[in-house]
Nanobody, 124 residues
Framework: QVRLEESGGGSVQSGGSLRLSCTAY????????VGWFREVPGKEREGVAS???????DYADSVKGRFTLSQDRAKTTLFLTMNNLKPEDTAMYYC??????????????????WGQGTQVTVSA
């Protein structure tokens, strides 16, 4: 079992920045692939960025060059630094994890541990 908790969401104007954090309660991400996903009502949940057990990072095309995924050295916290935010980035953002045997990259379906989400709202 992995309990995940996100923080750092909020409201910003277009062009602004936010940094999301995801902490695994009493665990590290050593044996997990982890990622950030977002969801807008009426649309499917989409992958934003993911990292596998070897440190390889994938980004959705829509966020490349603007978002950066990183981890702390202890691998207890996952960060998503979002720069040059756009109104279309408005969504509920979720952190998710799955054991390394079932890594799914930006596909949300293999992930079986999810945080409660943090809202990001970008105004024009």
């Amino acid at each position: 079992q992995v309990r995940l908790e996100e923080s750092g969401g909020g409201s910003v104007q277009s062009g602004g920045s936010l940094r999301l954090s995801c902490t695994a309660y009493r665990k590290t991400f050593n044996d997990y692939c982890v990622g950030w996903f977002r969801e807008v009502p009426g649309k499917e949940r989409e992958g934003v960025a993911s990292i596998d057990s070897e440190g390889s990072i994938d980004y959705a095309d829509s966020v490349k060059g603007r978002f950066t995924l990183s981890q702390d050295r202890a691998k207890t916290t996952l960060f998503l630094t979002m720069n040059n935010l756009k109104p279309e980035d408005t969504a509920m953002y979720y952190c998710a994890a799955v054991t390394v045997d079932y890594c799914g990259g930006l596909d949300p379906y293999p992930y079986n541990y999810w945080g409660q989400g943090t809202q990001v709202t970008v105004s024009a």
